[in-house]
């Protein structure tokens, strides 16, 4: 896992592209602290900041180059099966000088070219230079797990680099997209335009995109993979037992898989199904296989005083079953305000919530221990309908399908469990329910605020609410929290549900595989029977990293917010100024409904955003002292 950087351009139109990628390595050092390197030479200039995991010798430095010097690489991300390609690769004649996974992909693209990225099974982001053609090859893995962001000016420069920041010099004015944060201030939509940034000019390589460009040429984007979910109601019931059976081998080989590692490997728990599913899994084969040991499995949590949300029952039940050594972080109001603009220049776009930042403490926490690859259990939710939304859905597919008596029971079952009422945003969900909000409206004051996307609302079938969520309005965002809060502290964050060979089979799934008889995320309970402790497997509440968002905005955060939103530099640029004076007024009297605060916090976090990122080099003083120091 590091930070990838560099600028390819027409010969003798970029003299200083050396010291700009220097710079731009500088900026994302925090991704790759265990050494950096880079690549001059006609047309080109890599760089490459490095976190140690696979091969932790100098055979894994980068920009690496192939036995003939013809092509170079920097690459962020891990390739899982590098082992079994190693192999392959060898008997087609390959000497490797290492044995990390960095050196089998430049061989894979050596050997089969662009049709490499058919045979690769992991996260990646990378860039091949060919100095033969002058050409750029360039893909990120088929979910979008590791980012890759680029400039170009058509066909003379192409600046790519793992994070924005990174790229902000090659937009001198710094615009924001409107139309990206007007959809983020309306609907809280964020990350679901695959190719758009919250910066004008500055793009993202979709998840699933390879890219190539050359001088005089320009850029060529295409996709190489992509898949359907099925939109089957029913399974029938002697396939039950059997889909249950092939999900636990399943995801056992793909949480083996991610453990491939020269480094230790932790676990991020938050007491909910996923991370929990992974803790388990680990534990059971470690002792199946007899090498269990009291301090090999180490989890990471954040954890909170306030009883409504508070998942240390949970957590410690998961101890309890394991035997792992737990590590526990108390993140707080106070400490959120304090680092509230260092985390969004991590974060590089505006947030959702107070949520990720707790996570933001957890990878902190593991970093302060020692441990530099966390296992998490981002992807489940999405495809295995464990958000409260997808009940609707299912209800609505049953419905429409003239399942009346299904549909009823079902709705019987899901909603007479306290559990789940209990843990369900309404006022958060009616963005799904209603193609317009009262407080959006007035916040727009008068005039159209943007609408709704069509396919955000309650979609025709459950299979296609999970493909929008997989692909555009859910997982994405999550990866790039997961991502940025994560290699903020130099730790590699694994997905093991977003392995695509294991996306692929899921997306296979009738509906009632992953809702009925009251249940979400039905075919994971089956299959992990007697590998999840029963609190967990049978737990119908749903926390993931919740904070006291209501006593924090009311408290620590109120004197930010009032600061953020009584004169406004960019915020009056998208909604109108009368609109957010309307909603400040409104909070301080304490007339504000909880239904409109998360409104409240979009706002005022755009606001401080902007002003890091919208105005030339105005970053955290940290942040700028790291860079002067290391371009220097």
């Known amino acids: ?37 880079f690549h ?23 920009p690496m180059s192939d036995h003939g010097g013809r092509y170079w690489i920097t690459y962020n991300g891990e390739i899982y099966n590098y082992i079994e390609l190693a192999e392959e690769l060898k008997k087609l004649g390959h000497v490797f000088r290492g044995h990390s996974d960095t050196e089998v992909l430049l061989a894979a693209y050596v050997q089969w070219g662009s049709d490499c990225l058919k045979r690769l099974r992991g996260m990646f982001a990378f860039a091949i230079w060919d100095s033969y053609e002058l050409r750029l090859f360039a893909a990120r ?14 066909d003379h420069l192409l600046a790519f680099s793992s994070e924005l920041k990174a790229l902000l010099e090659f937009s001198p004015a710094q615009c924001v997209n409107q139309k990206l944060a007007a959809d983020y201030l309306a609907w809280n939509l964020l990350d679901h335009e695959a190719a758009e940034t919250m910066l004008a000019g500055i793009h993202r390589l979709p998840a699933a995109h390879a890219l190539s460009w050359q001088a005089r040429v320009g850029l060529k984007l295409w996709r190489y993979w992509d ?29 083996q898989l991610h453990l491939r590692s020269d480094v230790p490997v932790g676990s991020a728990l938050s007491g909910g199904l996923d991370s929990s599913a992974i803790v388990c899994v680990i534990n059971n084969e470690l002792r199946r296989k007899g090498i269990w040991r009291d ?124 559990a789940i009422l209990r843990t369900s945003d309404f006022s958060y969900g009616r963005r799904y329910l209603f193609k317009s909000l009262s407080e959006v409206d007035d916040l727009w ?78 075919i994971m309970r089956g299959a992990l029977r007697g590998i999840l402790p029963e609190r967990i497997r049978t737990r119908k509440s749903k926390l993931g990293f919740s904070t006291p968002f209501a006593s924090w905005l009311n408290g620590p955060l109120a004197g930010w917010v009032r600061e953020s939103l009584q004169n406004p530099e960019y915020l009056s640029e998208i909604v109108d100024q009368r609109g ?31 002003r890091q990122y919208l105005a030339a080099r105005r970053v955290p003083a940290a942040v700028t002292e790291m860079i002067e120091i290391a371009v220097a």
């Open 1 to 37: 896992m590091c930070g990838i950087a560099g600028i390819v351009f027409d010969s003798g139109a970029r003299d200083d592209a050396p010291r700009v990628v220097r710079r731009m390595i500088a900026a994302q050092r925090h991704r790759g602290p265990d050494g950096e390197g």
């Open 40 to 62: 001059d030479n006609e047309g080109v200039s890599l760089g490459h900041c490095r976190l140690a995991i696979i091969d932790t010798s100098d055979a894994g430095h980068q």
């Open 141 to 154: 893995d088929r979910l979008g797990i590791k980012p890759f962001h680029y400039y170009t000016d058509g």
């Open 227 to 255: 898949f359907e979910v099925n939109e089957e109601l029913h399974a029938a019931p002697e396939r039950r037992k059997l889909l249950e059976k092939e999900f636990r081998e399943r995801f056992e080989d793909v949480v």
């Open 295 to 418: 301090d090999w499995q180490h989890v990471f949590s954040a954890c909170f005083d306030e009883p409504a949300i508070d998942e240390r029952p949970y957590m410690n039940e998961v101890q309890r079953a394991t035997g792992c050594q737990s590590h526990e972080v108390f993140p707080n109001g106070e400490q959120f305000r304090a680092e509230m603009d260092q985390w969004l220049w991590y974060q590089e776009e505006p947030v959702a919530g107070t949520g990720p930042y707790a996570h933001y403490c957890v990878a902190r926490l593991a970093k302060a221990s020692g441990v530099k690859v966390l296992l998490d259990g981002q992807g489940a939710d999405e495809q295995l309908a464990g958000y409260r939304k997808f009940i609707l859905v299912y209800l609505r597919q049953l419905s429409a399908a003239s399942h009346y008596a299904r549909a009823a029971y079902e709705a019987a079952r899901f909603f007479s469990s306290p």
């Open 445 to 522: 004051n008068g005039a159209a605020p943007p609408s709704r996307p069509p396919a955000l609302g309650v979609a025709t079938s459950l299979g296609k609410r999970t493909e929008a969520d997989i692909k555009q309005y859910s997982l994405p965002l999550l990866l790039r929290y997961e991502d940025r809060n994560t290699m903020a502290f130099g730790i590699e964050s694994r997905v093991p549900f977003v392995d695509h060979v294991f996306v692929e089979w899921l997306a296979t799934l009738p509906a009632d595989m992953r809702l009925s008889d009251g249940w979400t995320k039905r």
């Open 580 to 610: 957010v004076a309307r909603l400040l007024g409104r909070f301080q009297a304490g007339t504000l409904p909880a239904s409109s605060f998360n409104l409240l916090f979009r706002c005022a976090v755009y606001e401080s955003w902007a």
